[in-house]
């Protein structure tokens, strides 16, 4: 969450003449409703039934750049599914991640302390990108296009090795 995702999804997507695709993007697309609502109306455990279906789908559809919302790697299915692709774990502090979502984020896991809950998600979910991703590139301090940027170098350093 705040890691810049979507952003540099999207700047990759461009700079590589590929097709970009959001899994969050698809949920509410699918749904008709923002996925705030979702949680409220129908429950987390909903919103991960539908993000797996989303992750799935994506996976064997698009051949281009795919960001994926911050709790699907908690799905061991969706782990298992992500083994077989190049996956960059875009990783954020807690200061940073603050700033770019606010303090007064209306995103439904963060109810009852933005920071407080951020540090909690942080301290649960990094272990899992960590151990799923083929790239882990900093994202405090930089700039989209300097993520990008440091993405392509690493993946050109991984093909020349």
Request: charged share 25%; no cysteine; glycine share 10%.
């Amino acid at each position: 969450m705040g890691a810049g995702k979507t952003t540099v999804g999207e700047v990759l997507a461009e700079r590589w003449g590929v097709g970009f695709r959001d899994t969050d993007a698809d949920v509410v697309a699918a749904e008709g409703r923002a996925i705030a609502d979702i949680f409220v109306e129908d429950g987390e455990a909903r919103f991960r039934a539908l993000e797996r279906a989303a992750v799935r789908t994506a996976l064997a559809e698009h051949t281009g750049v795919l960001a994926l919302g911050g709790g699907a790697v908690l799905d061991p299915d969706t782990r298992t599914l992500l083994a077989d692709h190049v996956v960059v774990f875009l990783q954020v502090g807690l200061a940073d991640a603050v700033q770019r979502v606010g303090l007064g984020s209306s995103r439904p896991l963060l109810l009852g302390g933005v920071r407080a809950r951020i540090k909690a998600l942080l301290d649960e979910r990094t272990p899992l990108y960590t151990e799923l991703a083929t790239l882990v590139v900093p994202t405090d301090g930089r700039e989209p296009a300097e993520v990008a940027a440091a993405i392509e170098a690493r993946l050109e350093e991984d093909t020349r090795a």
